[in-house]
């Protein structure tokens, strides 16, 4: 069961980019250490963007063997192949077209001109599939989705996590591992997101949030608020659950949740 969160500040945005960067890094190595490989979910959104392109520019990114990196999306804007919007291309632009990566290991969601066409549901049930074939494989016995050993999200404004959106029926689900996402609130209307049951067997789930328009969803996610108002707060990784912030996102924190600050 997973330990109440880890609140650690950080004095602005790009140091917070650097720091999850080398934080990530230490955890990967110590993953393939461990169990001989590394599985991570990417998110999209500027900070997610920034903390990979701060490990693109990492002079220790190369501690870790990439080829043997499974790389995973927590949601993903169903659009056409290479949009520029989509979490896979800004992901790839930024970070993994740069890596010796085995393209075998690397698990974009479908886009809408993919395999399944404009069919979001059906899109949805490949990535679930694929993920319980990763599963299979791994040998973890009863699991729906692979060890993944870091799973990061960002934080709307209105609390959401991934594509899961306050009032949203996604934040519901709890037999899917991964949904389609229709009238999404912030555009592009149709998504595909894994469901808080996916989320949640991350071994390490890190939220990273800068700036201080997400004060006040950081504030109420940390507060005890339900996941129909605020995602966010309901979700937690098995092992350990990181709030990583910049001062003005950390800015409606109770300072007794703060455990750890940058200089």
Same mark, same amino acid.
């Given at each position: 069961?997973?330990?109440?969160?880890?609140?650690?500040?950080?004095?602005?945005?790009?140091?917070?980019?650097?720091?999850?960067?080398?934080?990530?890094?230490?955890?990967?190595? @110590? %993953?393939?250490?461990?169990?001989?490989?590394? %599985?991570?979910?990417?998110?999209?959104?500027?900070?997610?963007?920034?903390?990979?392109?701060?490990?693109?520019?990492?002079?220790?990114?190369?501690?870790?063997?990439?080829?043997?990196?499974?790389?995973?999306?927590?949601?993903?804007?169903?659009?056409?192949?290479?949009?520029?919007?989509?979490?896979?291309?800004? !992901?790839?632009?930024?970070?993994?077209?740069?890596?010796?990566? @085995?393209?075998?290991?690397?698990?974009?969601?479908? +886009?809408?001109?993919?395999?399944?066409? +404009?069919?979001?549901?059906?899109?949805?049930?490949?990535?679930?599939?694929?993920?319980?074939?990763?599963? !299979?494989?791994?040998?973890?016995?009863?699991?729906?989705?692979?060890?993944?050993?870091?799973?990061?999200?960002?934080?709307?404004?209105?609390?959401?996590?991934?594509?899961?959106? +306050?009032?949203?029926?996604?934040?519901?689900?709890?037999?899917?591992?991964?949904?389609?996402?229709?009238?999404?609130?912030?555009?592009? +209307?149709?998504?595909?997101?894994?469901?808080?049951? %996916?989320?949640?067997?991350?071994?390490?789930?890190?939220?990273?949030?800068?700036?201080?328009?997400?004060?006040?969803?950081?504030?109420?996610?940390?507060?005890?608020?339900?996941?129909?108002?605020?995602?966010?707060?309901?979700?937690?990784?098995?092992?350990?659950?990181?709030?990583?912030?910049?001062?003005?996102?950390?800015?409606?924190?109770?300072?007794?949740?703060?455990?750890? %600050?940058?200089?």
């Amino acid at each position: 069961m997973s330990r109440a969160p880890l609140v650690v500040v950080h004095r602005d945005a790009q140091l917070l980019a650097q720091a999850a960067a080398a934080r990530l890094i230490t955890r990967v190595v @110590d %993953a393939q250490a461990t169990r001989g490989s590394a %599985a991570v979910v990417l998110t999209g959104g500027s900070t997610g963007t920034a903390v990979l392109a701060a490990l693109a520019g990492a002079a220790a990114r190369d501690a870790i063997d990439w080829r043997r990196v499974d790389i995973w999306w927590g949601d993903e804007r169903f659009l056409p192949r290479a949009h520029p919007e989509r979490n896979e291309t800004q !992901a790839r632009q930024v970070l993994l077209d740069h890596l010796a990566l @085995d393209p075998k290991r690397v698990h974009p969601m479908a +886009p809408s001109d993919g395999i399944d066409g +404009p069919d979001v549901e059906a899109a949805a049930r490949r990535y679930a599939q694929e993920l319980a074939q990763a599963a !299979a494989a791994s040998g973890a016995r009863g699991a729906d989705v692979p060890t993944f050993d870091v799973l990061l999200l960002g934080v709307g404004p209105d609390a959401h996590v991934a594509s899961m959106f +306050p009032g949203h029926a996604a934040i519901h689900e709890r037999e899917r591992t991964v949904v389609a996402v229709h009238g999404s609130p912030k555009p592009p +209307p149709t998504r595909i997101t894994l469901t808080l049951p %996916a989320i949640c067997a991350a071994e390490e789930v890190w939220l990273l949030v800068a700036g201080a328009q997400k004060a006040g969803a950081v504030g109420l996610a940390l507060s005890g608020a339900g996941p129909v108002q605020a995602p966010a707060g309901a979700v937690s990784g098995s092992r350990a659950t990181l709030w990583l912030l910049d001062r003005a996102a950390a800015s409606h924190v109770p300072p007794a949740l703060v455990r750890l %600050a940058s200089p």
